[in-house]
């Protein structure tokens, strides 16, 4: 059984559609891009993921369980912007993503001090321990961004999603903020869906590319039909599939039998 | 060269910043002369002479028959009302504008109430206030907080509400509840906010505090320029409406200063 | 020297006996005097006593309604020689020292009073704590309120006494079952004087000016006396009650419908002997002002040409030629 | 599920919103209620019916002196004094926060000056006022401009010192002078923060109006209040602040619906 | 003698240097590419090539002429943000670029009507006509660029400065962003200075490009030193020079005879 589970997923906002008829298949650890025109849904899909909104008829569910309700610590996310908070140091800001969970939003004692360790791991890993006592809003575009993901992975989560993360980054920083993402995925063999603009991007850093496109059209209604998965590609290997049907060795054979 | 590309130098703009200062001042003790040359015991526009002795009998001289400095002891009143009724509406105002920019339902059913209570001029409502709450401390305070906290409270829910969406997802998908979103994600946020906002609202503070202390008092600066009114008595008005200038002017200072250093965050990205 | 001018302001403020200057206003009994001496008088109605007794010491008009102890206090004491043109009554009661509950007036040691301080109440209280051998340091204090809100005040539970003048006492007499009268001003008669006070120098200047205000009073004086219900009804209501409550409030005033009697208050021998009480309540209360060494500071003169205080700052002058001239029918 | 993502259906949101109101009708019903029991001539919270009745009769009956009816007279008194207090605040402060925020000379001179002038007192400037001004209607629209001016000065100075500087260099390349950048760069992107800026002094131009009133006039609302605070009228003390607070939410509506649709570019965006 | 002309340009602010001995010669015509580390001193620099700004040291002369005190229409600009004026529609902003010169900054009658007409003329060429009585925040940043250019072109600039004209745009924008330029210019001629992050950006369009960067570097005191042109890269005929120097043929060679 899949991992992510999205079943005949509709979306309509008063009369206008946006989304329609989505159903797709995550396996746990897949790398998922989604790309498609401005405006097509492609966040909306996302919030519906993130469980932020409730689709007008479908299901998401993930491993099985039941759709949610409101978003939770099982869905990770960053945004383009205002993802991380402003008020916390950088330090604070991953301590918060193990503390905000408790009763009152605070680690005391061992635990507080566990967390900050924690922390500070997580610091040296994304490079950014050295600012680590600064506030975000004196950090650059990127650093902030690695901040933002950090925090989500700190929470652990089943799913990361992300909406245009590196969407305000320069070309240069986009391409360090690559590297970094795969690196930690490669570790943490996380399931991720990604929002994009940038076609090249989907395409290097995910395993699957979705692309969100209007089947229909009514010229008279732009509005009447909603959007919904028009291709998904298999991304990996460059893009071309079958790479890995490679001839079945003597071994596979005689395990088969 | 165009006007809005000249710049002073740095002693032209002293200069320049001073002049306002200084034309009022020769401009009043011209005013003052003629009227005291046609009548030497008008009392409209006392000579500068007579405000400064004014000014400091009133800030050494105690009072004969309570031995008190009778200047300090309505400073002392008034910033007392004054700081009290504040604080109360900070608190409310923080406490109903978090609840109000949270909570859809609070929102639902306050934000229309508090937005009619904004426009009910408070002024009109005093001779209610005397009867319900007394003559004593508790109506003057009382007045300053129903004249300030409607408008601090629908800010205060803006701002709440002016906090990006992404903040509050991403603070729910780390497994906030809305306890926690509250008081560790809104509250952080909103009380520069909140600091800013007693700034603005100081004005009208000071002006519900003199019109509270014109109608029933026995001490407190409102009290007193309403009461020296009756002997026309302007050396010791001017005095006190130039302490009251200085000491909002401190307050505020003082609250800048303190929301510049209690909220670093604020400035980090300058 | 003022000039010889054609157009005159008056400022009157709402009190019982000075209800009759919006009458004459209304009525065009003004008009019809100032008419007959070839000038106009306007009168002007100020919601604020202190702020008309001001406007008239900054010299924006030519005369005021004011009370003997205001016009010492705040124009004379200003500088601006100023003339009793008209004595129109004393307060006979009109003023008065309430305590909730039953007492007399030594109860009040130890009790806040709730009054408009340097005010004729204020006083008011002063001789009558004379008279039990108090003073205000036996007092919890006075607590200044405004008379607008003496009445919602007196409702408070915190206000034990109050000291204020009608419409006002009989208000709060009649809706308080439990209001004790323990002082008022009956008990000091021609002390609490009710004045048409006009810039002296204007009236030396133009002295039709006098003759058609003084006539133009006196005129409404007799509608009064003889009980003219046009003329108390349209008084009643501007001050805000009806012809009934109006009626009982003039009982507690002593008019001087009478020129006659107007005068002979004016040439009271006691007036002197109050207006030396008055000054030195003022001085005591530090109202005369910075430049005031002593409670004679201030020269009172009389219609006999006695002074009291300083003979060489006299800026307060009682003067019955008018009034006498009404008395003599000679306007 | 969390209290911030539960949301009152579109019924619900009405009957929340509506009932503030009903609580407070209800409470003050009963109040009065007990207190009429204890005393039927209780004049501090009558009836609702008598405020009904008293609220009818100041709408529709003419006074017997005037033939006019008091109330209409006192609205029309009252608006006239305000609008042209807040009209005059809004071309002066227009003024001086455009030259204050273009003209770094007039900025050296002038904003430390109107920074000290909104920290004055205006109420405790009552008294010098009338002297000044008169008891007519000058004086009390001057207490208003005083009031609110300095205020709205500081702020659109601020507004205009906000308008990204590239905008100010681009018009320079466009060959603007400062005349033309004034009028047709500053000008009309900061009149939409002018009329909000008027939405947000209108609560204290109402209280200064109000207070300006009561100390000397015989027309408008704030002298009709205070007159019948003599005799504790609150049958028409209360119907006339609900009828100053509907005013109040009618003129701000009003200018809110006007800046939607002067300035559609600031909407454009959304 | 060249059209703009640098000489011994320093600037300070306050006792940090940031910009020290530029030197720069520059045709008419020519585009200018200037990229260099964050916060070198580009901006600066395209500062006091407007005017905004007067250098400590040194002159900046176009075509011979008295160095400027202020903007003026000599120069034309376009920075990242906040070009055109958000309460104009989009014609008038480009009306905005033929009326502010005068007297009332507005035109009336004849000129008003001709100034329309020109301004219709640009957005046909840009292809904003289908939104001409549209507030520029109804834009996509991509049209609220070209806009700015045509806006800054309308006036006729002797030099146009473009201050990271795209750094807000996304990728595929930006290619269609460098095509709109490059066919601008071509038509006009322009002399342009455009700062970028992207080097790719900048020798594609520049023909020369400017490198700004610390000559000198005090490691106690990073603010001692200022940034100069360190490198000035041809880059006509992707980046390859001589190639115009073909072999001269024989009518060449009989000419110069
Ligand atoms: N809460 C909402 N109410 C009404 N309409 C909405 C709402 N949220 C989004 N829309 C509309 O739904 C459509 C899809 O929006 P969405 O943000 O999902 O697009 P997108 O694919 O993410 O676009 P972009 O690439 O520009 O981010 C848009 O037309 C938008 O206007
Ligand atoms: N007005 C100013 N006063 C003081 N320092 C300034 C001023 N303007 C710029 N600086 C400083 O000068 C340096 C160069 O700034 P500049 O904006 O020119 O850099 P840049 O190369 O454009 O950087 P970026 O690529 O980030 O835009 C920076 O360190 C900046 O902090
Ligand atoms: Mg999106
Ligand atoms: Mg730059």
New interface residues.
Partial sequence: MSFVQVRDLWQAYGDRSILERVNVDVAEGEFISIVGASGCGKSTFLRML?A?ERPTRGSIRIDGGEPAL????E???V?Q?????????VRDNLI??QS???????LFGGAKAAARANADDMLAKIGLNHVAD?????LSGGMQQRLAIA??LI?K?RVLLLDEPFGALDPGTRVQMHEFLQALRDETGMTVFMVTHDLEEGFKLGDRVLVFDKPRWDPHDPGAYGATITYDFDARDGGIPFQHLNPPTTKDITDAL | ????????ARA??VF??A???IVIAIAYAIGSDIRLSA??????LPAPS?IW??AVRLFTEPDK?TRDILLWKDTWASLIRLGVGVAVSAVISLTLGMVIG????AR??????V??L???????????L??VF???ELSKIVLIVIGITP?MTRDLAQRVLDI?R????????????????A???AL??ILPRLISNIRLSL??A??FL??AE?????VG???R???V???????V??T??MW??LL??VI?WALRRLSRRA????E??L | MAQEKTDFKLAWSIYVGWMPWGYLEDSGIMDKWADKYGITVDIVQINDY?ESI?QY??GEFDGVSATNM?TL??PS????DTTALIIGDYSNGNDAVILKGEGTLADLAGKPV?LV???VSHYLLARGLDTVGLSE?DLD??????D??MI??Y?????EAVVTWNPLVSEIMGSNPDATNVFDSSQIPGEILDLMVVNTETLAANPDFGKAVVGAWYEVMSLMAAGDPEALTAMATASGTDLAGYQAQLGATEMFFDPAAAVAQATSPDLPATMVSVAEFLFDKG?????APSADYVGVAYPDGSTTGDAGNVKFRYDATYMQMAADGAL
Avoid: C
């Fill in positions: 993130l932020e409101e978003p939770n610590r869905r990770g996310v945004f912007k205002y993802s991380v908070f402003p008020h916390l140091t918060a993503g905000f969970g408790t009763r009152w939003g605070a600064q506030y975000p809003a004196s925090q989500a929470a989560p | 060269m165009r006007l809005i590309n000249k710049t002073p032209g703009a320049l910043a002049l306002p200062f009548n030497p015991q008008d009392k409209l007579t002795d004014t028959r949270l909570l859809p339902y639902a059913g306050l934000s229309g109430f937005a009619v904004s426009m009910v001029p408070p002024l009109a409502l005093l001779p209610i005397f009867i007394g003559l004593g408008f990006p992404e903040q509050i997802v991403k603070a729910q998908t780390l497994g906030a509840s809305s306890g926690v979103i008081l560790r994600v952080p946020q004005g009208s000071w002006l003199i019109a014109a109608v029933a008092s026995n600066l409102g009290y320029i309403f009461l009114r009756r002997y026309l008595a302007m050396d008005i001017l006190y409406v009251i200038t909002a002017f505020d909220f670093p965050w604020m980090a990205g | 202190v001001n010491t900054a205001d206090s705040i004491g200003g500088g601006v709730n301080e340097l005010s340091a204090g006075v607590i200044n309120t405004s607008a809100d919602a005040a409702a408070t539970d915190d206000v109202i005369l002002g910075e430049g």
